[in-house]
């Protein structure tokens, strides 16, 4: 694997960048004790998603087992082990958006998507996850789209909101 | 920072910047800022009286701004209200009688008379 | 010289609301009119009133304009700032009357609170220490160094603070646990892992007043003899991460963290740490797990954090708003603390309202203000004169307290009788559409992906309860159902490895005790009387009403709707899948649900 990679970076310009880009982050908390999560956080932000190789490569950099590694990663339901679509969609199922219908915002998502939660669509372009609460209760039902967030949302303004993205 | 004493240097400093949030209760100063207030310059009229105010510390005067009083002739105006006294209507004020005013009337309590429009609310 | 100021709300709600472009739009036309230089224009942490955002405030005179647009937001500059008229427009219209609100003085919404957490919440520009110490600022911290770690605790004590994470332990009792343990290092956490769906107090005091939380915090490492602090905050809150950081950042170059703070030779310093999306870390020993970089499972107690937390090391967790109730403690004093609340739970509460209210928003409000003046005199009631059912309270831990509690008292020990907790401080408002079979399978299907799977009592257990929910709510209910949920849920309580096991089944067996019928109409008329539960609806044609218009045919997804023109239409119940848009068609009122 750690051959493989060696190989590979050499090739690819844009892998290597991404890369050096995440040797600076685990250098700089070189000091920091537990910083496994900051650190896949990182990675998660440089590759989209975190393959096996970055989590092999983590693992060997942090001196901790890959075992932990892939222990930690599958634990919290932010890190993603698949690459995500251009557009990460998020709808709050919070008990907030869910008094106000916010399963309905939903269901129209997943029916004019044709993708359900955690999937991404055949050509790329959206990912669909649920979340609980992102704070925004106020305005519920939300839906939030990359780091744009929506209130109030409706079944049908949903669709609107969808093919903005493009 | 290394001790209190820098601590309330920065608070009183600070609390200068914050001082238009404050809630005020020694009085009131209405500028009045109607096309005509502003045309006659009201403007420097308003600067004036927080440039004044904030040179001679006072802190617990509010400013704010209106619409026209209808007094056009006699614009620039405003309206001095301290605390527990009638409020008196100024005309004519510009930068020098509003430094004036806020001096004698606010800071000295003597009401300017010569130029008094009104005296109680209009 | 500056004549104005403009305060917009920079919170969560009003940042999704549009606040960025209004904020854009204020600038332009401040520059159009030439008056840039005299107006100054400061975005604050949330004003709270979440509903009405984006809201922008004019100083001197507190002018309070809400549902400020792009598109309307000119006149305040044009006419306000410049010809001194109020824009009248955007003012806030009193519910009761035709009249418009001035200032926030005026709004009951704001009249009725006592602001104390969120003191400077919406009235301080979040990134500037200055302000924050304007507004007496480190002053505890500044007291607290010349009373040393013993008295500070004793205050802590005599104040009676509770724990506003959930549960209510007395805090003064946490800190001197840790001060009196033996091992070093030590070290302060805060618990900024707000995962109840429904509350978002925390992530309001860390962007709108993160200083507030720091200087707790260095006062609680003095106070307990730490030198490292960590805040652990969600992911999901990168807003609330950002001004921390800066706060941060600000608060180590005027030397309220690092070495030798306020000439005191005491060193601290704190870290951020970032959660990862489990909900579980909210819980303390879990949330140590997530610090040391590992899987966030929970570890049983004893040993406390206290004794043995992160790394094994004497640890002191307290959440965000407890720690923002610390400085003005310590300045003020505990009788001051205890002259609002009640005698058992002293001082504020903030509270999310959120759901079925007319006023959404954060609210904070003396411990001991009944449900009715917090839904209906600060909330301003149900929207569509539709009647209040139920406010749950504690999220997934929690459970609901009824219309007949409305003038209860509501604090921590009061709402632990009905069988909830006080939580965080989520309350949402549920009204007569909401069923409560429903609700509470809401909150148990959400335990469920939540279960970090240590303890069998929770994973399994919170599984076969959602099972038989699940049974209910598809008319495959059995009458003795109730009570299976009712033994199941009594052992997951009492065999639990942590609390969000020991607590998950609270919703269910909350709204069995409360909504006893309601789980009867379900089970033994397969009936749904909120008209929520999909699989219990039917729906059918009014053939007197039915004029045979064929909209509700031609918008049928399935055609399960036949029938002549002009004649009464009939539903196939075999084909019908129950989307309900027959029902939103009809202009006729010819569709029955039930």
């Known amino acids: ?166 | 920072m290394k001790s209190l004493e820098e601590l309330k240097r920065i608070k009183e400093e600070t609390l200068k910047a914050m001082d238009l949030r404050q809630a005020k209760d020694r009085g009131k100063i209405v500028v009045a800022m109607g096309t005509c207030g502003i045309a006659a310059g009201a403007k420097d009229t308003l600067m004036a009286v927080i440039d004044e105010l904030d040179k001679a510390g006072v802190h617990d005067v509010q400013v704010v701004q209106s619409g026209c009083m209808g007094l056009c002739d006699r614009e620039p105006t405003i309206e001095v209200s301290m605390k527990d006294q009638p409020s008196v209507i100024y005309g004519d004020v510009d930068d020098a009688n509003a430094r004036r005013i806020v001096r004698e009337h606010v800071q000295g309590g003597q009401v300017v008379a010569e130029l008094v429009i009104k005296r109680g609310n209009l | 010289m500056i004549r104005n100021q403009l305060l917009i709300c920079a919170g969560g709600a009003c940042i999704t609301s549009g606040e960025k472009s209004v904020k854009d739009v204020l600038v332009e036309e401040l520059a159009k009119n030439g008056i840039q230089d005299e107006v100054q224009i400061i975005e604050t942490g949330c004003m709270g009133a979440c509903d009405l955002g984006p809201i922008v405030v004019v100083y001197p005179e507190g002018t309070f304009y809400q549902k400020v647009t792009p598109q309307n937001a000119g006149p305040i500059v044009s006419e306000h700032l410049v010809k001194g008229r109020v824009v009248s427009g955007l003012l806030y219209r009193q519910p009761t009357s035709e009249t418009r609100a001035q200032t926030r003085e005026e709004i009951s919404f704001y009249t009725l609170q006592v602001k104390r957490v969120l003191r400077n919440c919406g009235v301080i520009d979040p990134l500037s220490i200055e302000e924050y110490i304007a507004r007496d600022g480190y002053f505890g911290l500044g007291k607290a160094l010349e009373i040393g770690p013993d008295a500070i605790i004793q205050t802590i004590q005599e104040s009676g603070l509770r724990g506003r994470g959930g549960a209510g332990f007395p805090t003064g009792i946490k800190w001197k646990a840790a001060r009196d343990a033996s091992g070093s290092p030590k070290y302060v956490v805060c618990n900024g892992d707000e995962g109840d769906p429904g509350a978002f107090m925390d992530r309001s005091v860390l962007e709108g007043d993160p200083h507030s939380v720091i200087e707790a915090m260095v006062i609680a490492g003095f106070a307990i003899g730490a030198a490292t602090g960590y805040v652990y905050v969600r992911a999901e809150y990168p807003l609330a991460i950002e001004r921390l950081e800066v706060a941060l950042t600000r608060a180590r170059e005027y030397g309220f963290l690092g070495r030798n703070i306020l000439g005191s030779g005491f060193d601290f310093d704190i870290e951020i740490r970032i959660g990862a999306g489990a909900f579980v870390c909210g819980e303390e020993t879990a949330l140590l797990r997530s610090i040391e970089g590992k899987r966030g499972m929970p570890s049983a107690k004893p040993p406390f954090p206290a004794q043995a937390g992160l790394w094994g090391k004497p640890t002191l967790i307290n959440n965000v708003e407890t720690y923002a109730n610390v400085p003005p403690i310590l300045i003020n004093g505990a009788e001051w603390f205890r002259s609002v609340g009640t005698a058992k739970s002293p001082g504020t509460k903030v509270f999310a309202l959120a759901g079925k209210v007319q006023n959404t928003g954060l609210v904070e409000v003396p411990m001991g203000t009944t449900l009715r003046e917090l839904v209906f005199d600060i909330g301003g009631g149900i929207p569509g004169g539709k009647a209040f059912k139920g406010a749950q309270t504690g999220g997934p831990s929690g459970g609901i307290i009824t219309a007949d509690y409305l003038d209860m008292p509501i604090d921590f020990d009061s709402v632990k009788e009905l069988g909830t907790i006080m939580g965080s401080g989520g309350l949402i408002i549920l009204d007569e559409d909401n069923c409560m079979v429903d609700v509470a399978k809401f909150y148990l299907a959400f335990t469920v992906d939540e279960s970090c799977g240590k303890c069998t009592p929770c994973r399994e257990g919170t599984k076969q309860m959602y099972q038989i929910m699940e049974r209910i709510t598809d008319g495959k209910g059995t009458p003795n159902d109730i009570g299976k949920l009712k033994t199941l849920g009594r052992v997951i309580q009492q065999t639990s490895l942590c609390g969000l096991g020991q607590s998950a089944p609270n919703p269910v067996l909350s709204t069995i005790r409360f909504f006893p019928d309601e789980y009867r109409a379900h089970i033994e008329d397969r009936k749904c009387p909120a008209h929520a539960c999909l699989h219990l609806l039917t729906y059918s044609v009014v053939s007197e009403k039915c004029v045979g218009c064929t909209a509700c045919a031609r918008q049928c997804p399935v055609q399960a709707i036949t029938g002549q023109v002009k004649k009464a239409h009939v539903i196939d119940q075999a084909t019908c899948i129950k989307c309900g848009s027959c029902y939103e068609v009809c202009r006729f009122d010819a569709i029955l649900k039930e």
């Open chain 1, 1 to 166: 694997m750690q051959i493989n990679l060696e190989e590979r970076l050499k090739e690819n310009p844009v892998l290597r960048k991404q890369f050096d880009e995440l040797d600076a982050y685990i250098d700089e908390k070189a000091g920091q004790q537990g910083s496994l999560i900051n650190v896949m956080h990182r990675a998660q932000e440089i590759f989209g998603y975190l393959p096996d190789e970055v989590l092999a490569y983590v693992s060997t950099r942090l001196q901790v087992p890959r075992s932990t590694v892939y222990g930690v990663v599958t634990f919290y339901h932010f890190f993603s082990r698949t690459p995500k679509g251009r557009h990460t969609i998020s709808v709050c199922l919070g008990t907030a958006c869910y008094v106000r219908g916010s399963n309905s915002v939903y269901d129209k998502v997943t029916k004019s998507l044709g993708i359900k939660a955690g999937e991404t669509s055949p050509d790329g372009r959206y990912t669909l996850d649920l979340v609980r609460c992102v704070g925004a209760c106020g305005l519920a039902p939300v839906v939030v789209i990359d780091k744009d967030t929506y209130g109030r949302m409706t079944p049908d303004k949903v669709v609107t909101l969808l093919n903005k993205y493009v």
